[in-house]
């Protein structure tokens, strides 16, 4: 049975990369990339693996209607019936790895990505393609097994967060059964956690209907409104009620980041710096511990400008300059200049979204 057609929740991830070799020489390539030098190369390649940039990859991210779970988990069924016959499965020289929530499944995918990281030598340069399978909102017994047997069948590594701990235990005793490689992500640390504060968890799924709307979630949404208005040096008047500002030239990550900070409750504002263009006045009057200047190697910098020239088709808006190094160095040292005005202003350059955020939160304890 196609996976798509196992669940209609499935969000299929693929992550591949095919690195072609010229006969003779051996070199990799990779087709419609700029020449640059073989680790920038390798670092996109790295990136387009673990984040999907650049793949043609369908996406079916709908979202399961809520069943009422019943009152009792069922049984793992152990009939005869239900053995898988691995004879003749369809495994191919693609990695599955299957990715199962009752919830959302935002922290199994997180989880797994951060470790797929760990092997981008072999994702890039050994050609290991991984594709990685979600499926969230399962909360049904059946549904866990009909996952779990196809799992068996594509010889597919399953890797879960069940926080109804008869969900986990059956899909353990499944995945046994069915000889299909597993891992438990949110049990033992639940259980560890339980331990140390002597009393038991919900066994409830992060966000489940009926639980009551915490003050740290409207916090939230408030930041995320407030981050998303002042967006790209949006109403300069409003600086002083950031909680964080970020400046930095086109292309350094400014708004992803200021996104990924709203969500954990920050409000944030960014004002872009230009080559030749003035900041607002009121960029100086903000708290100099709120202000954190964004920098970024040169070499990357154009990589990812002429990625975004030709992906927008900006080419012919008369900012040919945009991507040309001359040009990348010239509004970087501009933006150097901005910041030694200003000495108390931490800047963070050579680093991308995650790594920024977590030095920057460093900071901010400091």
Excluded at 243 to 261: A, E, H, M
Excluded at 286 to 293: A, E, I, L, N, S
Aim: net charge positive; charged share 20%; aromatic share 8%.
């Amino acid at each position: 049975m196609p996976i798509s057609q196992l669940c209609p929740n499935i969000h299929s991830v693929p992550q591949i990369v095919a690195c072609t070799r010229n006969d003779k020489t051996g070199s990799k390539s990779v087709s419609g990339r700029p020449k640059v030098s073989p680790q920038l190369n390798r670092w996109f390649r790295a990136r387009a693996v673990r984040f999907g940039q650049k793949l043609d990859r369908s996406s079916m991210r709908t979202q399961l209607p809520e069943p009422n779970p019943p009152a009792r988990p069922l049984p793992l069924p152990v009939d005869p019936d239900d053995a898988v016959n691995l004879d003749g499965a369809d495994v191919t020289a693609v990695k599955s790895i299957y990715i199962v929530s009752d919830g959302t499944g935002w922290t199994a995918e997180h989880c797994v990505n951060a470790a797929l990281g760990q092997f981008d030598y072999c994702l890039v340069d050994r050609g290991c393609p991984v594709s990685t399978h979600l499926f969230s909102g399962i909360d049904d017994t059946e549904k866990l097994l009909e996952i779990t047997k196809q799992a068996a069948k594509e010889g597919a590594f399953l890797v879960y967060t069940l926080a109804d701990p008869s969900l986990a235990s059956t899909a353990k005793q499944a995945c046994k059964l069915w000889g299909v490689p597993y891992t438990d992500v949110l049990g033992p640390i639940t259980e560890a956690i339980a331990s140390h504060l002597g009393v038991s968890p919900s066994g409830l799924p992060r966000g489940a209907s009926g639980l009551p709307l915490s003050d740290d979630y409207f916090r939230r949404i408030e930041a995320v409104e407030f981050t998303i208005k002042q967006d790209d040096g949006a109403c300069p008047q409003n600086l002083a009620k950031a909680d964080i500002v970020l400046t930095g030239v086109s292309r350094t990550g400014k708004t992803p980041l200021s996104i990924y900070l709203s969500q954990k409750g920050y409000k944030v504002a960014n004002v872009p710096i230009v080559l030749g263009v003035g900041v607002p006045r009121t960029l100086f009057e903000v708290d100099p511990k709120k202000v954190f200047g964004l920098t970024i190697n040169p070499l990357i910098l154009q990589n990812i400008r002429r990625t975004r020239t030709k992906t927008m088709g900006l080419s012919s808006d008369g900012r040919s300059n945009y991507s040309e190094m001359n040009y990348v160095r010239e509004e970087l040292e501009f933006a150097g200049r901005l910041f030694a005005q200003s000495p108390l202003w931490p800047v963070i350059g050579n680093k991308f979204i995650l790594p920024k955020f977590s030095f920057l939160s460093s900071l901010m304890l400091h």
